[in-house]
Nanobody
Framework: QVQLVESGGGLVQAGGSLRLSCAAS????????MGWFRQAPGKEREFVAA????????YYADSVKGRFTISRDNARNTVYLQMNSLKPEDTAVYYC??????????????????WGKGALVTVSS
C-alpha cells in the first residue's frame, strides 16, 4: 500500500502562483511514476503532469505546459507541482496519483494504482 497526502492548495488571484506537494509513504518504490490530475466541478478528472522517480522524465498536458512544473525529491518521497501564471480555468481539486507503470498524457485516470484525497485550488479572476 502507498499513502499519498497532498498539501498547498488554496485561493489565489489570476496570474499568481501556488506549489502543491504530495508526500508518499508506505510501500514506496523508486519504480513508481507519480502524477497530478485535476477535476473541476461537473467535469471528468484530467491529466495534468507526471514524472518518473528515476531519470526525471516528465509529461505535461498542453493546457499547463510552460506554466506548471512537476518535480520530485526522492530523499523526502515528495512530489511537487509548481503552478505559475494561474488562470481561473485552473480552478479544480488537484489529486496526486501513483502508478507502477508509466504515466503519460494518454494514461486514463482509472489506471492509477493509488490516489491522494485531493487539494482544492481556486483561482479568482
Amino acid at each position: 500500500q502507498v499513502q499519498l497526502v497532498e498539501s498547498g492548495g488554496g485561493l489565489v488571484q489570476a496570474g499568481g502562483s501556488l506549489r502543491l506537494s504530495c508526500a508518499a509513504s508506505g510501500r514506496t518504490s523508486s519504480n513508481y511514476y507519480m502524477g497530478w490530475f485535476r477535476q473541476a466541478p461537473g467535469k471528468e478528472r484530467e491529466f495534468v503532469a507526471a514524472i518518473s522517480w528515476i531519470g526525471g522524465s516528465s509529461y505535461y498536458a498542453d493546457s499547463v505546459k510552460g506554466r506548471f512544473t512537476i518535480s520530485r525529491d526522492n530523499a523526502r518521497n515528495t512530489v511537487y507541482l509548481q503552478m505559475n501564471s494561474l488562470k481561473p480555468e485552473d480552478t479544480a481539486v488537484y489529486y496526486c496519483a501513483a502508478r507502477i507503470r508509466r504515466i503519460t498524457i494518454a494514461t486514463p485516470a482509472g489506471d492509477m494504482d493509488y490516489w491522494g484525497k485531493g487539494a482544492l485550488v481556486t483561482v479568482s479572476s
